[in-house]
């Protein structure tokens, strides 16, 4: 059972990046997926929650109105699309899996001109 993040990178302040999360080895459909942010020496931060079959979604106010949270169940995939990024977006990003206590092991996203 695992969650594997990718996507991240190097951007300027107000491009968009595209993070991608795949569940392997469970019913990936049956359950929920939130994605985390976390800065070195800070607390990790819940940023969004997508119910299973995408019924429900919530977002941190530090993000609502600028990232969106999707699943494609058939690829067993959570997407974070992130526009218009900011410099404090900075942080490695997780995916979870709260129900299974199964975490990614992450993907950096940089913002920085």
């Known amino acids: 059972v695992q969650l594997v993040e990718s996507g991240g990178g190097l951007v300027q302040p107000g491009a968009s990046l595209r993070l991608s999360c795949v569940g392997e080895g469970f019913t990936f459909s049956r359950y929920d997926i939130n994605w985390f942010r976390q800065v070195p020496g800070e607390s990790r931060e819940i940023i969004a929650i997508l119910s299973r079959a995408g019924g429900y979604t919530n977002y941190a106010n530090s993000v609502k109105g600028r990232f969106t949270i999707s699943r494609d169940d058939a690829k067993k995939t959570v997407y974070l699309q992130m526009d218009s990024l900011k410099p404090e977006d900075t942080a490695m990003y997780y995916c979870?899996?709260?129900?299974?206590?199964?975490w990614g092991q992450g993907t950096q996203v940089t913002v920085s001109s």
């Open positions: 979870n899996a709260p129900s299974l206590g199964v």
